[in-house]
C-alpha cells in the first residue's frame, strides 16, 4: 500500500468515527477524488445519454454514417464510466436514495441502452440477411453448378436454364 492508499484510509477511518462519535450513521465516506469521481461520473452518463439519443435518432432517420461517426466518443465513454463504477458504486448506493435526478438519470441511461442495443442489433441482423441475398444472386449468375468435377459441361434433368435476376 503506497502513501496516497494509506492516507485516503485513514482519511475514511478518521470520518467514519467522527460520524459514530456525532451519532451519525458511518455509511460510505466520500474523499474529494471520490467525489471528483461522482461528478465525471455523472457527467458522462448525461453525455452518453445524449450521445445514445443522438445516435438512435441518427439511425431512425437513416443517417447511418453518424453511428460511425458516434462511435469513438461513445465507446470512450462507456470505458470511462465501466472503469470507475467499481469505485463509486457504494456511494451511488448511499447517493440513490436522496438523489431523486440520480435514479432517473440512471433509467434513461438503462433506456437508450436498450433502444440503441435494440435498434443495432436490427441493423446487424438487416445487414447479414442483404448479404446473404447478395451471396445467393452470386452464386445464382456463376459457373456454379454449370460444370460437373472433371470440367464437362453438366446436362440432364439437373441442369435448368438460367435467367438473370436481377431483383435484389
Known amino acids: 500500500m503506497d502513501k496516497a492508499d494509506g492516507s485516503r484510509l485513514r482519511q475514511r477511518i478518521e470520518t467514519r468515527r467522527a460520524r459514530m462519535a456525532a451519532g451519525l450513521d458511518p ?9 471528483r469521481n ?28 453518424t453511428v460511425t461517426e458516434l462511435y469513438p466518443r461513445k465507446a470512450d465513454l462507456l470505458k470511462r464510466i465501466e472503469l470507475v463504477m467499481p469505485v463509486i458504486e ?13 435514479r432517473d438519470r440512471l433509467a434513461a441511461l438503462r433506456r437508450a ?7 443495432l442489433e436490427h ?9 446473404r441475398d447478395i451471396k445467393k444472386i452470386c452464386n445464382r449468375h456463376s459457373l456454379d453448378g454449370l460444370y460437373g468435377k472433371s470440367g464437362r459441361r453438366v446436362t440432364g434433368a439437373g441442369a435448368e436454364p438460367r435467367a438473370i435476376d436481377k431483383t435484389i
Open 27 to 35: 455509511g460510505p465516506v466520500p474523499t474529494e477524488e471520490d467525489a
Open 38 to 65: 461522482l461528478r465525471q461520473f455523472d457527467a458522462d452518463t448525461r453525455a452518453v445519454t445524449a450521445l445514445l439519443e443522438d445516435e438512435i435518432a441518427a439511425i431512425r432517420t437513416g443517417r447511418l454514417e
Open 90 to 102: 457504494p456511494f451511488l448506493r448511499a447517493r440513490i436514495g436522496t438523489d431523486a435526478g440520480l
Open 113 to 119: 441502452v436498450q433502444e440503441d442495443s435494440g435498434l
Open 123 to 131: 441493423m446487424a441482423e438487416t445487414t447479414a440477411e442483404i448479404v
